[in-house]
């Protein structure tokens, strides 16, 4: 795509910021919120001056207090404001998680949908950049398990910007799970398209021999699989999931009745993981379709280890393309 006035070649971190700021300068109810969002403009600078151009009260450095932040972003929302918080890291939340599950996803259903939070809540979560512990996990099961909450993860910087705004303007509560390994990654962003919807897939490379299912950072992971096994003949669809809950499991049927075999990728740990709901689902729409069971590639039930093990725990490709070839052997 030829660069003009409406696009531009941005690194993901940098969509998100453009994103932010289209949203501050539109909506004056929008609010900015974190640790370090401010002055420093982020540890991953994805909020960078954006203090600087709207001031101290729309973009508001606040203390370490997780569950503070999202707490006092409940209440600017029932007073109308549409806060966008920001977990400085994944491993982070936890504190917060008991305003975010008992709170910010059940007040719709406990004032009988008279009440709406539109809230974003950010997360850069993820391996894959040699962090200490708590700063590399993915917790995205735990919050798609609660019924109340949108859950959605971009892989590209289009969709990061997107997504974002389409985020920011939902009246419901969405979880924003950003691949911080991804945050360089430059792409194409038209800032003047027409976006599809927010919980949408999207086949990003049409495949014949195998479906392989991912969001997130591992979507350019799966890319590279298909590549690979390109190399040996084989083909391979790419299907980006884009939302974790809600899952369109219609996309991934369609894929699934074409293809007749499903490996899905994620770096949370398979155990329960958010591919089991997947793997259980087209199981029981596909089940005359399949030619092989759903197999899934991800993290292993055990913490999150040390950087330097970080390589083994993760997804790799020679880990993907022995779960592709397992699924077609069948």
């Not at 300068?25 to 203090?51: A, W, Y």
């Not at 939340?93 to 305003?99: E, I, L, N, S, T």
């Not at 708590?134 to 949108?150: D, T």
Request: aromatic residues 8%; glycine residues 8%; charged residues 25%.
């Amino acid at each position: 795509m030829a660069q003009t006035a409406t696009t531009k070649n941005l690194p993901l971190a940098k969509a998100i910021n453009e994103s932010l700021r289209a949203a501050l300068e539109s909506d004056p109810k929008v609010l900015i919120m974190g640790e370090d969002v401010g002055k420093l403009g982020g540890v991953f600078r994805v909020t960078d001056g954006l203090q600087k151009d709207f001031g101290e009260r729309r973009v508001v450095d606040t203390p370490l207090a997780e569950s503070g932040i999202v707490g006092t972003a409940i209440g600017l929302a029932l007073r109308g404001y549409r806060p966008v918080v920001e977990i400085q890291f994944d491993g982070f939340v936890f504190p917060a998680y008991d305003q975010i599950v008992t709170q910010l996803a059940k007040m719709h259903a406990r004032s009988l949908g008279k009440v709406k939070l539109p809230i974003v809540v950010r997360i850069p979560y993820g391996g894959g950049i040699g962090a200490v512990e708590h700063h590399s996990e993915s917790p995205e099961a735990l919050f798609a398990h609660v019924a109340g909450l949108k859950i959605v993860s971009p892989s590209n910087a289009s969709d990061a910007y997107w997504m974002m705004q389409q985020a920011i303007q939902s009246d419901d509560p969405v979880i924003f799970f950003e691949p911080k390994r991804r945050y360089w990654d430059k792409g194409e962003v038209n800032t003047e398209a027409i976006p599809g919807p927010l919980h949408k897939a999207r086949v990003v490379r049409e495949g014949t021999a195998l479906t392989l299912a991912a969001y997130g950072p591992m979507v350019k992971l799966c890319q590279e699989v298909a590549d690979a096994a390109a190399e040996e003949g084989k083909s391979l669809e790419i299907l980006d999931l884009r939302s974790v809950s809600p899952l369109d499991f219609d996309a991934i049927q369609a894929s699934v009745e074409k293809t007749r075999r499903l490996v899905v990728v994620h770096e949370a740990p398979v155990f329960f993981g958010s591919g089991a709901e997947i793997a259980a689902r087209i199981t029981e729409r596909c089940f005359y379709h399949l030619e092989a069971p759903v197999l899934r590639v991800g993290g292993y039930h055990a913490p999150y280890p040390p950087a330097r093990l970080e390589e083994e725990y993760l997804p790799s490709l020679d880990r993907v393309l022995d779960a592709v070839d397992r699924a077609l052997a069948y």
